[in-house]
Structures are given as C-alpha cells and as structure tokens.
C-alpha cells in the first residue's frame, strides 16, 4: 500500500469540519504549536486505498471505521455483514459515517477520542 504519505515532522489529520472533536483536536493542536496537515474528508475524497490503509494502521477492519451510531448511518442502512468493498464505496458516499479524527505521524496512527490525544503521537 503506502498510498499516505506520512512525516515525523508534521501530524496529517483526517478529520469532519462539521465534528465538534475533531474542531476541538485542531484548536488544541495548533495551541499546543503541532504542525498539521490538515484533511478535511467532506471536501477531499479519499481513495478505496487510503480507506484501506487508514483501516489497516490503526489495526482495523475497513467495517469497523463506520460509525454504526452516527444518524447519517442509522438513517439511511440497518446493521449488515458486507464486503470490504461496499464499507470502502459507503464511505467514500458518505465520508460523514467514518470514525474520526485520525492522526498521523511517522509510524503511528491513532483514532483522536479526545482532543488531548493528540499529544499522543
């Protein structure tokens, strides 16, 4: 794979606009003087593999990236058993639906629960 280009020096920070945490984490990171490279996955479309590779990274399944609870999912499907592929093509309609913020840097990748996780990586 290797599709996402990743650096010690800087974080690279996928992330909603619209997400309270995921605004938080940037406001703390920037306080906190962290480069960012900051991608906002409602304007920029993520390729299937880098869909894939965030999935792997941070030791998951590419279903297990959906938040099953977000209304954008609950609303529009039910629970389902599908292939990596429709979880990667569900995302890709509806970016709204992954888990985020996920950070970067280097070699290690986490999924931002708090805003102060940041500090983490």
Not at 4 to 27: C, D, E, G, H, M
Not at 75 to 94: A, G, L, R, V, Y
């Amino acid at each position: 794979m290797g599709e996402i280009a990743t650096s010690n020096r800087q974080i690279t920070l996928f992330y909603s606009s619209k997400s309270v945490r995921a605004k938080q984490t940037l406001a703390y990171a920037k306080a906190e003087g962290l480069p960012i490279l900051e991608i906002d996955i409602l304007k920029t479309k993520l390729t299937g593999t880098q869909i894939a590779e965030l999935a792997e990274k941070l030791h998951l399944k590419i279903e297990d990236l959906i938040n099953q609870e977000h209304p954008a999912y609950t609303s529009h499907f039910e629970h389902h058993n599908f292939s990596s592929n429709d979880w990667i093509k569900m995302i890709q309609h509806n970016p709204k639906i992954m888990k985020q913020p996920i950070a970067l840097r280097g070699d290690v990748t986490i999924l931002v629960e708090t805003p102060t996780d940041i500090i983490k990586i």
